[in-house]
């Protein structure tokens, strides 16, 4: 159905279902065998709301059903930007049982963003929250639509709630489930086509690795449409298992904290920098956090420090999650010895994720040295959507994803990500493409040439700094200035630099190209 999608090789989809990690189900059937066996009891929380299993299955039938009477179909996009709100997960479970696709974009995507992705993917319709957190979505819809000609219905939640039930669907398990976002190092986001059945598997394996039970109670502190929070085991590892999701709107220990105590929420996902507030405030503050069993924290590395700080601070274990919506999850493990749980990023899910760690020339580096990581598994793309100039690069021959982190891998399968080849900016656990932002930059008809490197924070872990060179006769301009046109490029926020430098000169590699490492080091600049 989805031509824009590069297949797992025939014989190795054999194995992989063969090996039963692959199992044929869809997200569809899925949800019924959960609506079965858990019926009545709570899955979803968002403030005085629930949705039972068995509500959750209908109200996903019915918001399928009512985007079939606006006339979306089966294999059409649909890109949905909505925050941590219980109404997300019908709205996505209805697509997939639509058999329609939904684009995940985040809260904080602006005009750029969500036009760029409409557009890409040629999206039906465009799901956002109305207005929250005083930004007008629907302004942002108006400023979309002449991006996107493809885009005939843009809907609340609010407009999806009373369609007649929908259930007949002829969607296959290896079908394409969802496209998510990619965090990037080229000039526009990459779309990522994950399946059913890879997904599914990632969802089943994580559940089991973090010993989800029908007693979790799983906490949405991070975007609830990013892959860590949505599979990792998240949301959907949580369902699988029986257990209660609690949607948070704000990941704050103020808003988060309360949220723990009344609901009595026994595991939660942060990146680094959140957690690190959490361990400053846990100790000053008075709610009871006595219920909470498992912190986990990914999307960026954690200090070790901060990670020996986790389980006497907050009283409960920690679990490093290192993953990428491309596929590769990585989990330290419950009965992992401290060393291995505070000092690396954990091992792959799956006994068929293979790992090669390579130099610049693509051969393998000796064992416990730092290379490059490549990847391939039953749950890691083959392709990006509609990429295949950049799947050329992004791919080897055969079929590994070059993930652009440096790693080394410990005896016992552990890695630690000592850093990145990729040109991407990790701001606390937000992915920033710098070829992104640069030709943002390069649009500002003053700005001859742009550069936008990370530099160290001690918060985030790295912000963002743009180095301009100014056209020779143009008025000069302040750091301000440069913010406030990105802004006005319609660019999410934490993509606009941090910092802006202008400079006469870039310093360049030996070959004549720019070196971002000497920009880093902020050396040969005049
Ligand atoms: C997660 O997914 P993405 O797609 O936003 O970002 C993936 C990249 C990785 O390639 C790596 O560069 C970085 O984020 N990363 C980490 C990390 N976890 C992710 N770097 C160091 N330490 C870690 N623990 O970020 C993501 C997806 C699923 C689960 C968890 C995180």
């Known amino acids: 159905m989805l031509t824009d999608f590069t297949p797992w090789p025939d014989a190795t989809a054999q194995r992989y279902r063969a090996a039963g990690y692959w199992q044929g189900e869809t997200f569809s059937g899925w949800l019924h065998g959960l609506a079965a066996r858990f019926g009545e009891r709570v899955a979803v929380v968002d403030g005085a709301r629930r949705w039972s299993y068995a509500a959750l299955n209908e109200a996903a039938s019915r918001t399928a059903g009512a985007f079939e009477d606006l006339g979306v179909s089966r294999g059409d996009r649909v890109v949905v930007q909505l925050p941590n709100i219980g109404e997300f997960l019908p709205i996505v479970l209805g697509l997939f049982r639509l058999g329609a696709l939904p684009v995940f974009t985040l809260p904080s995507h602006r005009r750029a963003e969500i036009g760029h992705i409409a557009a890409a993917t040629d ?7 109305g207005v929250w957190e005083r930004f007008d979505h629907h302004r942002l819809a108006d400023e979309v639509r002449p991006l996107a000609p493809s885009l005939r219905h843009v809907v609340t939640p609010a407009d999806l709630a009373d369609g007649k039930p929908f259930d007949g669907t002829d969607v296959s ?5 969802f496209l998510q976002l990619s965090g990037g190092s080229t000039g526009l986001p990459k779309l990522i086509p994950r399946t059913h059945d890879d997904y599914l598997y990632s969802i089943r394996a994580s559940a089991e690795i973090c010993r989800l039970s029908s007693d979790t109670v799983y906490l949405v502190a991070l975007p609830i449409a990013h892959n860590f929070t949505m599979s990792s085991p998240g949301v959907l590892g949580v369902l699988h298992a029986g257990g209660r999701v609690v949607t948070c709107p704000a990941p704050s220990p103020a808003v988060a904290f309360p949220l723990i105590a009344a609901e009595r929420v026994t595991m939660t996902a942060l990146v680094p920098p959140l957690a690190m507030v959490w361990l400053d405030s846990a100790a000053s503050s008075d709610a009871d956090l006595s219920s909470l069993q498992l912190l986990q924290v990914g999307g960026a590395r954690l200090s070790d420090e901060a990670a020996a700080r986790v389980e006497p601070v907050l009283g409960c274990a920690l679990q490093q999650v290192f993953g990428m919506a491309e596929g590769l999850v990585n989990y330290t493990r419950p009965d992992d010895p401290p060393a291995l749980v505070v000092g690396t990023q954990g091992r792959p899910i799956s006994p068929d994720d293979e790992i090669r760690i390579v130099d610049a020339s693509d051969r393998e580096v000796p064992a416990g040295e730092v290379g490059h990581l490549l990847t391939r598994g039953p749950y890691t793309i083959r392709g990006y959507y509609r990429a295949p100039e950049h799947n050329a690069v992004a791919f080897t021959a055969d079929g590994f994803y070059r993930t652009g982190d440096l790693v080394r891998q410990l005896p016992s399968g552990h890695l630690v990500v000592e850093g990145r080849a990729k040109d991407q900016i990790n701001r606390g656990g937000e992915k920033i493409a710098a070829e992104e932002v640069e030709n ?16 160290p924070d001690p918060v985030l872990g790295e912000r963002t700094c743009a180095y301009l060179i100014l056209r020779p006769a143009a008025p000069s301009l302040t750091a301000g200035q440069v913010r406030a046109f990105v802004r006005s490029r319609g660019l999410a926020a934490y993509k606009i630099p941090d910092r802006v430098e202008f400079v006469d000169a870039f310093p360049q590699t030996a070959v004549g190209k720019i070196s971002k490492a000497r920009l880093r080091r902020r050396e040969g600049l005049s």
């Open 440 to 455: 943002q930059l390069l649009a500002h008809p003053a700005v001859l040439d742009a550069s936008v490197v990370a530099v």
């Open 123 to 129: 999206a039906v319709a465009y799901v956002h929250p």
């Open 173 to 177: 398990a290896g079908d394409v489930a």
